[in-house]
């Protein structure tokens, strides 16, 4: 299995508090990237970085930011969380851009917006 | 634009085969994907099929594509109720893993 750990595993927290969530991977790899799952919608791309300090935007990147300042490391902030960023949270990682593009998915952190 | 869709439930009885079905809108797709996510998990690559591919067979699972209709199917035979998850259609632009977009989803699951 590819290292990819990411944490909490489980977030409550309340409508206008800050959160941050931590993807950590052992493998090395180049790109990393922060997906949400919600019913009905599949996984959508938030953000990705394609190298230390280097990052964009995915298809629903409002309300969130990340930053990346060691290979190893993402995190996805949320400023301000609302209820509509209420969702489970994957994190994932692919080295080989340019051939299959095959990601490797973390287990994922459950965040509740109350 | 892109899309990529499936239909949301699949039931099947075991030993039978399964067959779950995808369309998408991007001719340009280099990589096309099945991934499968087993309860309370992350996503893992069950295959991958490229673009000037029709078919491409890994022991129980088929995969077929009809670049001309836009459409991928993954057969599963001999159905068993270790293959119960949801099973994610993904398409990849411009052999560009940083352009990867999923399906919605395709939860399927088994009767005895």
């Known amino acids: 299995d590819a290292g990819i750990t990411q944490s909490p595993r489980h977030k409550v927290t309340e409508t206008g508090t800050p959160v941050t969530l931590r993807c950590h991977q052992t493998?090395?790899?180049?790109?990393m990237y922060w997906y949400r799952q919600d019913p009905g919608h599949g996984l959508r791309l938030i953000h990705y970085?394609?190298?230390?300090?280097?990052?964009d935007k995915g298809e629903v990147s409002d309300g969130y930011s990340v930053s990346r300042s060691k290979t190893e490391d993402f995190l996805l902030t949320l400023e301000s969380a609302t209820s509509s960023q209420t969702s489970v949270y994957f994190c994932?990682?692919?080295?080989?851009?340019?051939?299959?593009?095959?990601?490797?998915f973390g287990e994922g952190s459950r965040l509740t917006v109350l | 634009g892109e899309d990529v869709e499936q239909s949301l439930f699949l039931s099947v009885r075991e030993g039978d085969s399964s067959v779950i079905n995808c369309t998408y809108t991007?001719?340009?797709?280099?990589?096309l994907y099945w991934y499968k996510q087993e309860p309370g998990a992350g996503l893992q690559l069950l295959t991958y099929?490229?673009?000037?591919?029709d078919m491409k067979q890994d022991q129980r699972l088929t995969v077929l594509l009809n670049k001309k209709d836009k459409h991928l199917s993954l057969r599963i035979a001999d159905t068993q109720t270790g293959d119960s998850a949801i099973y994610f259609c993904?398409?990849?632009?411009?052999?560009?893993?940083?352009?990867?977009?999923f399906g919605s989803g395709t939860r399927l699951s088994i009767r005895p």
């Open positions: 991007d001719s340009s797709s280099t990589y």
């Open positions: 099929i490229f673009s000037n591919m």
């Open positions: 994932a990682i692919s080295g080989a851009e340019g051939v299959t593009g095959e990601l490797f």
């Open positions: 493998e090395n790899h180049r790109y």
């Open positions: 970085s394609y190298g230390v300090k280097d990052t």
């Open positions: 993904a398409e990849s632009l411009y052999s560009s893993a940083s352009k990867i977009i």
